[in-house]
């Protein structure tokens, strides 16, 4: 099971960060990933962190704007969100998987956060 937090309402252009530990376990061993799904639409891959931490990979839209980490002695990953748009506006889900990369399916991952929300106001 793994924990979300650090969502909120911030204003289009800010910064926000995320949080995700897990509970009872360690991120060694996973590929990490940050989902994001806005109502109405589909669970979309947003960024991911390999099982080594050092390879990211990000979709097109968040590019040069979010970056995930892992912090091994604190045992979390974070995703800093910067330059917010609306359109980012969504429940932001961390998923571990135990491939070596990031899938982008939702279906490959096996633990989820319980989601936290994300609101930016234009």
């Known amino acids: 099971q793994l924990q979300a937090s650090g969502g909120g309402l911030v204003q289009a252009g800010s910064s926000l960060g995320l949080s995700c530990a897990p509970s009872?376990?360690?991120?060694?061993?996973?590929?990490v990933g940050w989902f994001r799904q806005a109502p109405g639409k589909e669970r979309e891959f947003v960024v991911g962190?390999?099982?080594?931490?050092?390879?990211?990979y990000h979709t097109d839209s968040v590019k040069d704007r979010f970056t995930i980490s892992r912090d091994n002695a604190k045992n979390t990953v974070y995703l800093q969100m910067s330059s917010l748009k609306p359109e980012d506006t969504a429940v932001y889900y961390c998923a571990a998987a135990t491939y070596f990369y990031p899938p982008r399916r939702p279906d490959d991952y096996d633990y989820w956060g319980q989601g936290t929300q994300v609101t930016v106001s234009s």
């Open positions: 962190l390999s099982r080594s931490g050092f390879s990211t």
């Open positions: 009872g376990d360690t991120f060694r061993g996973y590929a």
